[in-house]
């Protein structure tokens, strides 16, 4: 069996068996009919068993940057492998990661210039709120009681309870609240559905200001506020107001408490800058990195610490200021070669300075899509977009859940060439920053295509 692509089976054994021994992660089985088997990938392309090939319109959940089989990755994987695959960080260094942690302080803004490996974006945004927990108690003027956090509604931030904790979509998180700890939470900017009742050309960030007032009022018990810049990601790509993440930075520092950015979802060229933050000028205390970090590659998460949060966990051994954790994968040589070059990728290929004409195409190609008859909004921050379908454009009406009219539409576009994941009724496009000027067009027509056939049966 070595060396064969499909395991021994046959494709349609395949797929009885993906449906009846794997247990897919949101996903609900019961329903999990025909399963697309990916065998294999070249560039922006995901290819089955029979051949057929479809456009990787969401850079296999939001982690794929230059496309797949990018021959200077599988280089540097295959390099590595000739020399380990694995080592431990727990007391031990690797070359991978020693580079790695370089190049990502030299690239992030600020003093964030510590960085603790993990394996996942929950991970990282796991070892943040533990950090922020005790950072508290260590600091030159220890404050214990700081062990709050406060976090956005509809927020996500990955699947382990700390991560769930400060997420905040009741689909996902509510059944496991009697797990969870307390976080008080503020409204999130979402234009579309204000949570203020407003509209965004007449507002004055109404929602920053309750933001303000929750954290003035929680002042001194707060560890850390977390949130995703610019983007809530999982809500359904949710683009905030120019100026509320500078906003925050603001009311964190009034409150000393710690800034926690996931960007684990927007981080790496996504939403056109490497990082989110740099977009408003902020530098936060704490940065996740997971999903992009290793060119979409293989498992790996960061997170960056400014100095004076690493200080406050330096001492004599006795003073038992360690941080107590890691993960036994941590900061793996495989994954972190592939980081380091994709880094080498954005530099060599010039990525960020091709993304502002891609996205200038994007945006033109999706401009129809908002007339559509259940198009209640097109939201998009550089290559990342939520197309979200109301029942009712004028009441803003959604579908009911039942209806499951994003998977529709992901079923749909899947027979025009194109794979795609909803949120919910938000399709998502996240295609690889590889992405050409005419897979841009296809991706955009194909989604129309499919939209228009499944609202308007
Ligand atoms: C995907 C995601 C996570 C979780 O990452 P995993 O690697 O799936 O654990 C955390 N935060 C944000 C913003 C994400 O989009």
Request: charged share 25%; with cysteine.
């Amino acid at each position: 069996m070595a060396g064969d692509p499909l395991y021994g089976h046959s494709p349609r054994e395949l797929q009885a068996l993906d449906r009846s021994v794997v247990w897919h992660p949101f996903t609900q089985m019961a329903e999990y009919a025909d399963p697309l088997v990916v065998t294999r990938a070249e560039g922006n392309y995901l290819i089955d068993a029979e051949g057929r090939r479809y456009l990787d319109g969401v850079s296999s959940l939001w982690c794929n940057l230059h496309g797949h089989r990018r021959p200077e990755i599988d280089q540097a994987v295959r390099e590595q492998l000739d020399r380990v695959a694995h080592t431990t960080l727990l007391g031990l260094g690797s070359p991978p990661s020693i580079e790695l942690a370089r190049r990502l302080v030299a690239l992030a803004p600020g003093d964030l210039g510590h960085v603790f490996y993990s394996d996942d974006g929950s991970t990282a945004v796991e070892a943040a709120l533990k950090i922020a927990c005790q950072y508290h108690r260590q600091k030159p003027q220890p404050e214990p009681q700081r062990t709050r956090f406060v976090a956005l509604e509809h927020a996500y931030h990955g699947d382990t309870l700390g991560s769930v904790s400060v997420g905040g979509i009741d689909l996902f998180h509510a059944t496991y609240r009697p797990l969870l700890v307390d976080v008080a939470r503020v409204p999130s900017p979402f234009c579309y559905r204000c949570p203020m009742g407003l509209q965004r050309d007449a507002c004055h960030l109404e929602c920053a200001d309750r933001m303000d007032r929750v954290v003035d009022d929680l002042g001194g018990e707060i560890a850390a506020l977390v949130m995703e810049p610019l983007v809530q990601g999982a809500a359904g790509m949710i683009v905030h107001p120019e100026g509320y993440l500078r906003r925050v930075r603001r009311a964190c520092d009034r409150a000393g408490c710690l800034l926690i950015a996931d960007e684990v979802a927007v981080g790496f060229g996504r939403t056109g800058t490497m990082f989110a933050c740099q977009q408003e000028g902020v530098v936060p205390d704490l940065l996740c990195l997971a999903k992009g970090l290793t060119g979409g590659y293989l498992p790996l998460a960061a997170t960056l610490a400014r100095d004076h949060v690493y200080q406050a966990f330096l001492a004599e051994r006795a003073a038992k200021r360690t941080f107590f954790h890691g993960h036994t994968y941590t900061g793996n040589a495989l994954a972190a070669a592939a980081s380091l070059a994709s880094l080498d990728i954005f530099e060599q290929d010039r990525v960020l300075e091709a993304l502002p004409v891609k996205i200038e195409r994007l945006s033109c190609a999706l401009a129809p899509l908002a007339d559509l008859a259940h198009v209640g909004d097109v939201r998009r921050k550089g290559l990342m977009v939520g197309i979200e379908l109301v029942a009712d454009c004028a009441s803003r009406e959604p579908y009911p859940y039942e209806v499951a009219v994003g998977d529709k539409v992901c079923a749909a576009v899947r027979q025009r060439g194109v794979i795609l994941r909803p949120l919910g009724d938000v399709v998502v496009l996240m295609p690889p920053l590889s992405i050409t000027l005419d897979e841009i067009d296809l991706l955009a027509g194909a989604t129309g295509d499919a939209i228009r056939e499944v609202t308007e049966s």
